[in-house]
Structure formats: C-alpha cells, structure tokens
C-alpha cells in the first residue's frame, strides 16, 4: 500500500513538474507580429537575446492580392545589429527574408524595418516573427536526424526550457548583484560628495565671516 502511494506522489510530481515546464514554455513561444509601415518610415523591435543563443527571424511583406506581384513601393530595407551595433544581418529592397545567428554578446538585438521614400507613399505590413533559445531549435528536423519520437523531443524541449530557465536564473542574481554594487558605490559616491559640499560651505562660511570682520576693522565698527 505504501509503496503504491509513493508511486501515485511520485506521479502526480512529475506530471505537475511537466505541466509547470510546459507552462512556462508556452510563455516563452516566440514573438510574432504584424508591423505597419509608410514609405518613409523606420520601425525597429528590439530583444534581449543571450550570448550563444540561437535567434531565427523571418519576415515578409503581406500581400492583399496573391494573384499580383507587389509593387516596388513595397520594397524594404531590412537590419539586424548587435548590442555593441554590429552588423548580425543586411537586407535591401526585399520583400521577405530570414535572418539565423547566434548571439555573440548578451544584450538588445535590434531588427529595423525601412520602407524607402515614394511618392506617391504607400501604406503597407509587415508580418515578423522573431525567436530565440529553445524557440528557435527546429525540434522537427532535430526528431527527424536523430530518429526519434516526438515523445523524446518533448523531454528534450522540457530539458532545454529548464536548463534556460535556471540560465535566466543565474543571469538575473547576477544583474541583481551589479545594481547591489552599482548601488553600493553610488552612496559611497553621494557620502563623499555631501562631505565635500560641507566642507566647502564651511570654508564659504568661513570667509565670508573673515571678510565681514575686516570690513567691520576697517570701518572701526569692531
């Protein structure tokens, strides 16, 4: 009996571990969006992507009518650049595109949609989609190589999303440690300045007192 109880906890642990990981993976899908554009016009997203990540981005121009190629005023010009502002991907007068790297620093990486100057302008969309970390593994071609299950790729996923979660982990106590510092030495900082400020309103003090006793002298009021 106890031992069929310890199995039935056992269950319902891990079932509830996989739910919550699941969960959580749900809430990390990548983003997706429709962006609305103007000749003329710059709109830029940006994400902040860890170094080593994987980040894949596809975007295309939405065409009303598929029956009709898309005008030139439908063209874009397309960036990616790094936290430090180097150049990850370049793309010009296109109407679609991917972008796929991996991130070399941590920090915003930024994705800027150009519409070029038309006259008349024209008013168009965007759809863009951008993911990275576990998202942006493509688990299909993964299952596909390795000859696996879907069953074994859903544990790989949970594994990945927990080893990424634990990762953000680290990296948050590790943020929270530099504004501890940052904070740390800004009071040292505002204690030396607020002693400095005193001394000189001291010395202020100071000489305008001496300067007020020798005018008093002069005048023979003292």
């Known amino acids: 009996m106890d031992l069929r109880l310890s199995t039935c906890k056992i269950q319902m642990t891990t079932s509830r571990l996989i739910i919550i990981t699941m969960t959580m993976l749900m809430m990390r899908t990548g983003d997706s969006m429709r962006l609305d554009l103007e ?26 009518n598929e029956a009709i190629h898309l005008p ?14 180097h150049t990850q991907h370049q793309a010009e007068n296109v109407e679609s595109g991917k972008f796929v790297f991996t991130a070399v620093e ?18 168009f969309a965007v759809d863009f989609e951008w993911k990275s970390g576990v998202e942006a593994k493509d688990w299909a071609t993964i299952a596909k ?41 800004t009071n040292s900082r505002m204690a030396g300045l607020s002693l400095f400020s005193l001394v000189v309103t001291l010395f202020v ?10 005018f008093l002298e002069r005048k023979k009021l003292l």
């Open 205 to 214: 003090a100071g000489l305008q007192l001496w300067h007020l006793k020798s």
């Open 145 to 185: 190589r390795g000859q696996i299950n879907m069953l074994e790729v859903e544990v790989r996923k949970l594994l990945d999303v927990t080893e990424s979660i634990h990762d953000e982990m680290f990296l948050l106590r590790e943020r929270e440690r530099e504004m501890q510092e940052l904070n740390r030495s």
């Open 72 to 85: 030139a005023s439908h063209k874009i010009f397309v960036t990616v650049a790094s936290p430090k502002g």
């Open 106 to 123: 941590d920090g915003d990486y930024t994705t800027c949609f150009i519409a070029p100057v038309f006259k008349p302008p024209a008013k």
């Open 39 to 64: 000749s003329g016009m710059t709109k830029c997203i940006s994400d902040d992507i860890k170094m080593n990540y994987l980040t894949v981005g596809t975007y295309s121009v939405v065409n009303p």
